[in-house]
């Protein structure tokens, strides 16, 4: 059997380690210390606009957070996309609160901002105003952040930016991650930096990211005691794992160039392949390329191709389940078009780390042009 070739791996800069020794070396084991404040500084410096960063123990952490800032309990109503993952939408449960999906646009795969518009005035005339939106730059590729917080804003309901898979992207010149009321980034294991497991919140203002780190370290009131007038969470960063977000932040934007370069190659190696097209960037629209993704012509050869890539041991995945086909979700409210359905049945994410080697690459290309016996 060939080695595995996976979807997305971890690629450390060589750099972590110093970190982590640092820490160890000066016993900064223990939840806080200099690699926390060090790497939400480099966050910052990275994603600019006088953003305040909070580094937490994930991006569903984060997601959480933000929807406890924006005051969102039982009974609200949250709208989501829902072409993403189940973590940007699990959150909204976990306050007691309805998730609302909406249908994605075909330009760039996410929130389409019509449908939103339409599914804001639908639900308002069915007696609530939603108590927030949470639009996600799916793969990397930014949503139309003009048309969608034009929306927002009309019917003043915050958003909260899912830029879990979006580090390194931007949208007319301004980094994802700065555009919501609230954002979260995401340094899971396959994303595009990782530090083994974390996240963050991104926040306009002291005062919230203030109170981000107050409630995810058990919302200790200020005294010798232990006091709480809170629900507190245990969701901040260590120590030890900020040292990896660290040495990764030096490598972040060689990360996205390499990441953009193996889409281009596939773009270029499939051009001739009419069954196979890709997502164009818009106008503006820059993205990190997080996983290369394709389109095929129909369902069929989308499940034909991924167990022949399969077979010859190299990993693929259909794109997002959209949220409104899952059974957890089933009884949700939805406004649909269809699109999202659409591209879970046709679409396919590609090997895509900025790890792969030109031989690892060679393999996925030969082994799709066999199945297409070009
Ligand atoms: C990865 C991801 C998350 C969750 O981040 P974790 O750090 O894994 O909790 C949320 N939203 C999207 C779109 C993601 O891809």
């Given at each position: 059997m060939k080695p595995k070739i996976w979807l997305s791996s971890p690629h450390m800069s060589g750099l972590e380690q110093t970190y982590i020794k640092e820490a160890f070396d000066t016993n900064w084991v223990a939840p806080l210390g200099p690699n926390v404040n060090g790497f939400e500084k480099d966050l910052q410096d990275y994603l600019k606009e006088d953003r305040h960063v909070?580094?937490?123990?994930?991006?569903?952490?984060?997601?959480?957070?933000?929807?406890?800032?924006?005051?969102?309990?039982?009974?609200?109503?949250?709208?989501?996309?829902?072409?993403?993952?189940?973590?940007?939408?699990?959150?909204?449960?976990?306050?007691?609160?309805?998730?609302?999906?909406?249908?994605?646009?075909?330009?760039?795969?996410?929130?389409?901002?019509?449908?939103?518009?339409?599914?804001?005035?639908?639900?308002?005339?069915?007696?609530?105003?939603p108590k927030a939106i949470i639009a996600v730059h799916l793969y990397g590729m930014p949503y139309k952040a003009d048309e969608i917080h034009a929306v927002a804003k009309s019917y003043n309901i915050p958003v909260i930016e899912d830029s879990a898979e979006s580090l390194g992207s931007h949208y007319k010149g301004q980094n994802c991650g700065t555009f919501g009321d609230l954002a979260i980034l995401s340094f899971n294991g396959n994303k595009i930096i990782t530090t083994s497991g974390g996240g963050a919140i991104v926040t306009k203002t002291a005062e919230e990211k203030e109170k981000a780190v107050f409630l995810s370290t058990q919302a200790r009131d200020n005294a010798p005691h232990y006091q709480h007038s809170h629900i507190g969470y245990n969701y901040r960063m260590s120590n030890i794992v900020a040292g990896i977000g660290r040495g990764q932040m030096t490598i972040l934007d060689s990360h996205v160039a390499k990441r953009r370069a193996n889409h281009e190659l596939y773009r270029s190696t499939f051009e001739n392949i009419s069954n196979i097209t890709f997502l164009n960037e818009p106008e503006g629209h820059f993205s990190n390329r997080w996983l290369s993704c394709i389109l095929l012509d129909s369902k069929e050869t989308r499940e034909g191709l991924r167990l022949a890539l399969e077979k010859e041991n190299i990993e693929s995945r259909p794109l997002w389940k959209p949220m409104h086909q899952q059974p957890i979700f089933k009884d949700a409210p939805s406004y649909l078009n269809g699109v999202s359905d659409d591209l879970f049945d046709r679409g396919l994410c590609l090997p895509s780390g900025s790890n792969l080697s030109d031989e690892e690459l060679n393999r996925v290309i030969s082994a799709i042009n066999m199945y297409f016996a070009v």
């Open positions: 909070a580094a937490l123990a994930s991006g569903t952490a984060a997601l959480h957070l933000s929807l406890i800032l924006l005051g969102v309990s039982q009974g609200d109503e949250v709208i989501c996309q829902s072409k993403t993952f189940s973590a940007s939408a699990n959150p909204i449960v976990y306050q007691g609160a309805t998730p609302v999906f909406v249908d994605s646009e075909t330009d760039t795969w996410n929130m389409c901002p019509d449908l939103l518009e339409e599914a804001i005035k639908d639900r308002i005339l069915k007696g609530k105003t």
